[in-house]
């Protein structure tokens, strides 16, 4: 299929590791999103992406987060030296462009740090 | 800031019950809403969405009505079926931000 697409769709590492997490948007889809859901906790928005432009990282929890896109493509979430509150279901998103209402979700990557 | 609060779970019905959901917000200026629906082994898909007071989002035999005056976004079922049984999400778009504000999310359960 041409949605979005995650990996690992699972992670477990030990506290104090680096991890990184990939998403491949929507082929085309010039807008993509990072968002963080915790057990029993609503989805919370952590860094968006629009083309070339400067991304907006207001959601990013500490500076141990961090993430990058190459163009319109692949982008990658990095968790430094990860903690145990890191744990969550991290959710990758894109839309055709910035104003359009509708954000296509990937299957997620589950991360558990030991 | 943006926030979203939606009546918690597990709501449990039987079929073709009538479905409320309730979800209210709060936002600066007037945002978006919408319903995103989560389906056992599936990953989030929008349900529907209103982007301004008045309107009435509607898909699957779901409905909401952005109401501004009491700031809410209640999705409603007039019948609910075995396979509507998903974890469902209200969200805002609004107030500057660039991402979606979600509620916490609601379980449903529906017994045949």
């Known amino acids: 299929g041409a949605g979005v697409s995650q990996s690992p769709s699972n992670k477990v590492t030990e506290k104090g590791k680096d991890v990184e997490l990939r998403c491949d948007p929507i082929s085309g889809h010039t807008a993509l999103y990072w968002y963080r859901q915790r057990l029993g906790q609503g989805l919370e928005f952590l860094i968006y992406?629009?083309?070339?432009?400067?991304?907006?990282k207001s959601g990013l929890p500490s500076d141990r987060f961090s993430a990058e896109r190459t163009g319109e493509s692949v982008s990658t979430l990095t968790i430094q030296r990860t903690q145990q509150e890191d744990s969550a279901v991290y959710l990758c998103a894109s839309s055709l462009r910035a104003s359009a209402y509708e954000q296509y979700f990937g299957p997620g990557t589950r991360l558990t740090v030991t | 800031g943006n926030s979203v609060t939606q009546m918690e779970g597990p709501v449990t019905l039987s079929e073709e019950a009538f479905l409320t959901i309730n979800c209210t917000y709060t936002a600066t200026g007037y945002p978006s809403l919408f319903w995103y629906v989560q389906y056992p082994g599936e990953g989030l898909q929008l349900l529907l969405k209103a982007t301004k007071a008045d309107d009435k989002g509607s898909n699957k035999g779901f409905e909401a009505t952005y109401r501004k005056e009491t700031t809410s976004f209640h999705l409603e079922k007039g019948s609910v079926q075995v396979s509507d049984s998903a974890v469902y999400f209200c969200?805002?778009?609004?107030?500057?931000?660039?991402?979606?504000?979600f509620g916490k999310g609601t379980h449903l359960i529906i017994q045949p």
């Open positions: 969200a805002l778009r609004g107030g500057g931000a660039d991402g979606l504000t």
């Open positions: 992406f629009q083309g070339n432009s400067a991304p907006d």
